[in-house]
Antibody, heavy 119, light 110 residues
Framework: QVQLQESGPGLVKPSETLSLTCAVS?????????WGWIRQPPGKGLEWIGS???????YYNPSLKSRVTISVGTSKIQFSLKLSSVTAADTALYYC????????????WGQGTLVTVSS | QSALTQPPSASGSPGQSVTISCTGT?????????VSWYQHHPGKAPKLMIY???KRPSGVPDRFSGSKSGNTASLTVSGLQAEDEADYYC??????????FGGGTKLTVL
């Protein structure tokens, strides 16, 4: 059974960089698929942030592309998100998920981690 | 504002059917058969219910069905059960390496 678990600081100061990690178990990232990040601001809908494959190929939401970096750990058991120059608008529940690119759906999700941007 | 438009709420009594709409444009929902639907019980991981407009992953009851007409996709839940009460989100490939979601619909089982 594929399982994903997000981790990282729950509070980030404005203008700083948000950093999160997603630990994957039950499936090796190196076997394939893309692996993505999605967020949900309080009271709002979901927003796809970006995705990466095992080779490091990435693609990002055009509206966030200038601030986003997604990478895969060398052990291929985790992948990470960095979002720079954060503002209060980046306060959200952040999810990681396995991404079946092409049909573009997410078949396994983590439970999410809340990140608040505040001084 | 979300890229895809969903009604904020929907409801039905146990045993009834309810349909949730997801309206996009000719650049996303209308252009590709890559619409998916997710069920989300707050505090839990979202669950894939439908992909490629109408396909069900293994383990999803056949009470859940999806369809599309023009720029609008729909999720129908038949034979409503108490455990179906949740938030539902649609998403669609939007071309140019982009993917968009709807704002979500809160389904209440009366």
């Amino acid at each position: 059974q594929v399982q994903l678990q997000e981790s990282g600081p729950g509070l980030v100061k404005p203008s700083e960089t948000l950093s999160l990690t997603c630990a994957v178990s039950g499936y090796s990232i190196s076997r394939g698929y893309y692996w993505g990040w999605i967020r949900q601001p309080p009271g709002k809908g979901l927003e796809w942030i970006g995705s990466i494959d095992h080779s490091g190929n990435t693609y990002y939401n055009p509206s966030l592309k200038s601030r986003v970096t997604i990478s895969v750990g060398t052990s291929k058991i985790q992948f990470s998100l960095k979002l720079s120059s954060v503002t209060a608008a980046d306060t959200a529940l952040y999810y990681c998920a396995r991404h079946f690119r092409g049909p573009d759906y997410f078949d396994y999700w983590g439970q999410g981690t809340l990140v608040t941007v505040s001084s | 504002q979300s890229a895809l438009t969903q009604p904020p709420s929907a409801s039905g009594s146990p045993g009834q059917s309810v349909t949730i709409s997801c309206t996009g444009t000719s650049s996303d929902v209308g252009a590709y058969n890559y619409v998916s639907w997710y069920q989300h019980h707050p505090g839990k991981a979202p669950k894939l219910m439908i992909y490629e407009v109408s396909k069900r992953p293994s383990g999803v009851p056949d009470r859940f069905s999806g369809s599309k007409s023009g720029n609008t996709a729909s999720l129908t839940v038949s034979g409503l059960q108490a455990e179906d009460e949740a938030d539902y989100y649609c998403s669609s490939f939007a071309g140019s390496n982009n993917l968009v979601f709807g704002g979500g619909t809160k389904l209440t089982v009366l």
